[in-house]
């Protein structure tokens, strides 16, 4: 795939100087940025599904009250 981006010339020069301080290619370092952030937003989706379903499994039904396990806690039950 072919990419045209616009940039000031500046940075051009700047983003150039850089790469070839690194000793790499403007594009080399622009698909490992892109990479980046690929694989994040992929773990980001994978930890909000991840946690999506730790909800779910564990999912409280608040179509009816809540209902102490303690039997001192109802007042009906010590009279």
């Known amino acids: 795939m072919s990419l045209t981006i616009q940039v000031p010339p500046a ?30 937003r992929r773990e980001r989706e994978k930890r909000i599904s991840d946690f999506e379903s730790f909800v779910d499994a564990h999912a409280v039904d608040l179509g009816s009250p809540y209902k102490f396990a303690r039997q001192d806690a109802y007042d009906e039950a010590l009279a």
């Open 11 to 40: 940075m051009e020069r700047e983003a150039v100087a850089y790469a070839e301080m690194r000793g790499t290619t403007l594009e080399a370092i622009l698909f490992e940025c892109l990479k980046r952030e690929m694989r994040e």
